[in-house]
């Protein structure tokens, strides 16, 4: 049954907390003056939202759901910057690859 909740969970983090985070995203880019309305845009806006939610959910947030197996660890510390590295690079890539 905790699984069952916490795969509900992490579908709902991801669509709820993905999407608010990629319009705050957008909402940054056309405040500083760049219009990018294309669906390249959006695919490298998502995947760099969907890897900061990915390092979001292994270090913090799944130690706070109902499932409560023994393999929660969270990233290492090199693995989470990398990932949040390349986000990063992505959201600083998309305007000009969008």
């Known amino acids: 049954m905790g699984f069952s909740l916490e795969l509900i969970r992490i579908v709902l983090i991801l669509i709820i907390l993905g999407r608010l985070l990629s319009n705050c995203i957008t909402f940054f880019y056309e405040a500083i003056g760049l219009h990018v309305d294309s669906s390249a845009y959006n695919l490298i806006v998502g995947a760099a939202a969907l890897l900061l939610l990915f390092v979001l959910y292994r270090n913090k947030l799944q130690f706070s759901g109902w499932y409560s197996g023994k393999k929660k660890k969270k990233l290492q510390k090199p693995l989470s910057l990398i990932l949040?590295?390349?986000s990063i690079l992505l959201l600083i890539a998309?305007?000009?690859?969008?």
Do not use: D, E, K, R
């Open 94 to 98: 998309a305007p000009f690859l969008g």
């Open 84 to 86: 949040i590295c390349c």
